[in-house]
């Protein structure tokens, strides 16, 4: 029995504290349970998980307070080592969840807060058979973490280095003629028989020691793993053959043989596949490795008026920089004096630099231009836009996608299986012919080795994410990888999303017996308190007129509807129709002007002065000039395309009209887009929505996947599953078409894995010895199986090709398809 102390968040009373100890105590395993109010901890004992206490909580609505620890996991060489690291965190005390991810060899747990040390997690791993370590602080990304590839490579030359002369040897005997004559006249067979069992042996106990030491401890504990399968199979080899050379007598004559050369071979060829695994898998990791070269290490900094080279760990928020041409950003900030063209291809995947003056904002990692300029430092260290996209990326990479979940069934029981399979292909051997039982159960040892099983999902994963951020494509949960490429609507918010964003008044039409100052002054005045992009082309138009604007008092602003204020002891409502209409205001005297105004695809907004309708006001937001062929695409993925917008009617229609859009629902407030997007769910199936302002937020958390316009609010990205770093659509194509084609590689992958498996256990076993007389030789066995895992890999490596722009691919290739 043991205590777990963790603290609960929604504690204000003693209330509350008696609901937070009934909750816990009705989990099945507590025998005692004391809430303290003033620390808003809990302590309780017994053997219930974690993760059922903070079920409890949750559902009385005091959530148990959760902290992600990550750990550096080695010895991880199958899916069937994931399964048992992750059974492994999870029976500790404190732990809500444990994800182990092959590819990146990381953990990644959730832990009641205060409940659990992270050397504890470590310390679990590791007695579990999985050394593991808590990375030390700004060692978050492992871009150059090799995965052992190094000591792979000397243990590959040792073993080559050995293994060569067996081979040549024994199996010269079979396929040369004359080899094994010669052997015999020169050596004796028994003396090479006893070259063979030196060298052997010292392959098994050199180079191939690590099969031994990790999988007879895997083994002995009841979880064996590849390792077990190679030890057991390279062991047989080897035992039977030594026991032929010391106690022939114990043989049926003519039945005597040696397989030292397939003890040998097997360790070699499967050192060999494990080092162009480490090499690949270094490579799935190629996006973090060259998003963390974007750091420089220096940086010049004005200090007591001298500009200083300085390391940028030394940078603080506020501090001046001298951006010289050429130089890479530092870290995130403002254009303080200066100007120059900057290349923010690396954020926002656009090759075209952007112009930078004074009061702009400038990206840590991007490149400057030809021009010199000065900028403030705005945020260092781990608050740096680069330091979140390599965080997001870390984690859609160690994430784990529901397909995974069937690949960890399978492997959860395969090892033991396969023993099975192996033994029962032993006993079978032994009554139809001894002397071929010993190559058909190690044949099925070594080709059912579950490597490729383990490496199809997590390299896809890693390098179609990775290959995504390159793109200025973040997935900001992994799952929305696989989500994504079922979406079958894309729904699209039309201000900032269709359109640029920055919009203008071309058109204000006073009421009988106003004029235009005077009702431009008033609107301007109401919305220079809204942070509303039409509220900013009010101002913009009351700036060029030369306007002063008076005082306001009493501002509101109704969501999704519009503003209100009094402007000199005037009320002055500014916002859609049925904002004025609510209030009681007549809009009839502009009906005519206003319909006009939305025919010709801009928005018209109302203005009321006392409760008679004011102006009517077309405001243009200019379509993206990248939002057409965005839409084609779209359309070309066999995705129907929908506008949800607040906007008027007839201004939605007249936009969708000339963009092609399938559906449009329009004059909708924040919670309609909520409902809009339910219905077209529900007549379509599964919907992406993008967009890109706080009231779009509800609707990006109810979409199937949410995917943020980058250049939009926090509020926005923290609710999507994607963030689209740039502000033009045809991103949204790039991250439709990596999605699909990452799940189609992941497909292949796990199809080749499983078919390798499903087809040559068979043969290996002996089914058809009958028609060909041969039975597949271990070494052979070896080579196929350390084959199938490069051959996943090379297939997952084939999506850093991924991402065709749109309108680079040929007319007669689709989006998705230009990157297989």
Not at 328 to 348: C, Q
Request: proline share 5%.
């Amino acid at each position: 029995m043991a205590t777990q102390t963790f603290e609960i968040e929604g504690l204000s009373c003693a209330s509350c504290v008696g609901r937070a100890e009934r909750a816990l105590s009705a989990v099945p395993g507590t025998s005692g349970v004391r809430v303290n109010l003033a620390t808003h901890r809990a302590h309780v004992d017994g053997t219930a998980s974690a993760r059922d206490l903070s079920a409890a909580l949750a559902e009385a609505g005091y959530p148990a307070r959760q902290e992600t620890v990550v750990l550096d996991v080695d010895g991880m060489t199958c899916a069937s080592c994931v399964g048992r690291v992750e059974r492994a965190l999870m029976a500790v005390p404190g732990v809500t969840g444990a994800q182990a991810n092959f590819g990146t060899g990381r953990a990644t747990v959730t832990v009641l807060h205060g409940s659990v040390k992270p050397a504890d997690l470590a310390r679990a791993s590791t007695q579990a058979g999985y050394a593991a370590s808590v990375p030390q602080a700004g060692t978050d990304a492992r871009p150059e973490h090799d995965d052992g590839a190094s000591d792979l490579r000397r243990r590959l030359i040792v073993a080559a280095a050995l293994t060569l002369p067996v081979f040549v040897v024994e199996m010269g005997g079979h396929f040369i003629p004359g080899v094994r004559n010669l052997v015999d006249a020169t050596i004796g067979r028994t003396a090479s028989w006893w070259i063979q069992f030196v060298l052997a042996t010292l392959v098994l106990a050199g180079p191939g020691r690590v099969f031994f030491t990790k999988g007879i401890p895997a083994l002995l504990r009841g979880a064996p793993e590849m390792n077990s399968l190679v030890a057991l199979g390279t062991f047989a080899a080897w035992g039977y053959s030594t026991v032929a050379l010391l106690l022939p007598g114990i043989f049926p004559e003519g039945t005597r043989a040696v397989y030292f050369e397939a003890a040998a071979v097997i360790v070699t060829l499967i050192l060999l596949g494990r080092w162009l695994e480490a090499r690949a898998r270094g490579r799935t990791g190629a996006a973090i490795a060259r998003l963390v070269g974007l750091r420089p290490a220096t940086a010049r900094v004005i200090r007591d008026g001298a500009a200083v080279e300085v390391p940028v760990a030394d940078i603080v928020t506020g501090d001046l920089i001298e951006v010289r041409p050429g130089a890479r950003l530092a870290v995130d900030g403002t254009v303080t004096d200066g100007a120059s063209w900057i290349d923010e291809s690396m954020v926002t995947g656009e090759p075209d630099d952007v112009r930078k003056e004074v009061g702009d904002p400038v990206t840590g990692g991007t490149v400057n231009g030809a021009g010199a300029f000065t900028m403030r430092a705005d945020a260092v260290g781990e608050d740096t836009v680069l330091a979140q996209i390599i965080r997001m990326v870390e984690t859609a990479q160690g994430a784990k996608l529901p397909i995974q979940a069937l690949v960890d069934r399978v492997t959860g029981v395969f090892v033991p299986v396969v023993m099975g399979l192996a033994a029962l292909t032993v006993a079978v051997w032994l009554f139809v012919d001894p002397s071929l039982a010993l190559v058909a159960g190690v044949s099925v040892l070594i080709i059912a080795c579950p490597c490729a099983m383990g490496l199809a999902t997590p390299t896809s994963i890693m390098v179609g994410t990775g290959r995504a951020a390159e793109l200025g494509v973040l997935f900001r949960r992994g799952d929305a990888l696989q989500a994504l490429q079922g979406v079958r609507v894309v729904a699209l918010d039309k201000t900032g999303t269709l359109t640029a964003g920055r919009p203008e008044v071309t058109a204000l039409i006073p009421a009988p017996g106003l004029t235009r100052p005077e009702v431009l002054t008033l609107t301007a005045a109401v919305e220079a308190k809204s942070e509303h992009p039409i509220a900013g082309a009010i101002l913009r138009a009351a700036e060029r007129e030369g306007l002063t604007l008076p005082e306001i008092s009493i501002f509101e602003s109704h969501t999704g509807l519009g503003v209100s204020a009094m402007v000199d002891n005037r009320r002055v409502l500014v916002g859609a129709e049925r904002f004025l209409t609510g209030e009681g205001v007549d809009v009839a005297p502009l009906r005519a002007d206003a319909d006009r105004i939305a025919r010709d695809g801009r928005t018209p907004l109302w203005v009321a002065i006392d409760g008679a309708v004011a102006a009517a006001i077309g405001v243009d937001d200019p379509i993206k000039p990248s939002t057409p062929a965005a839409i084609r695409a779209l359309h070309d993925l066999d995705l129907q395309v929908a506008m949800i917008t607040g906007d008027a009617a007839t201004t939605a229609r007249a936009v969708a009209g000339r963009l092609g859009i399938d559906h449009i629902v329009a004059e909708v407030m924040p919670v309609g887009k909520v409902d809009a997007l339910k219905a077209l769910r529900a007549d379509h199936g599964a919907i992406a929505f993008v967009g890109d302002g706080i009231n779009d937020a509800p609707a990006l958390a109810e979409a199937d996947v949410g995917i943020a316009i980058g250049t939009g609010t926090d509020i926005a990205i923290e609710a999507a599953d994607v963030v689209l770093m740039s502000g033009e659509l045809d991103a949204v194509v790039r991250a439709l078409s990596i999605s699909r084609a990452t799940m189609r590689n992941i497909r292949q992958n796990l199809f080749w894995a499983f078919a390798y498996n499903a087809a040559l256990i068979p043969v290996a076993a002996g089914v058809l010895y009958g028609l060909t007389g041969t039975l597949l030789s271990p070494m052979l066995a070896a080579g196929a199986m350390a084959l199938s895992s490069v051959f996943v890999l090379s297939n997952a490596l084939r999506l850093r090709r991924a991402g065709t722009p749109v309108g680079d691919a040929s007319p007669d290739t689709r989006p998705e398809e230009a990157l297989a």
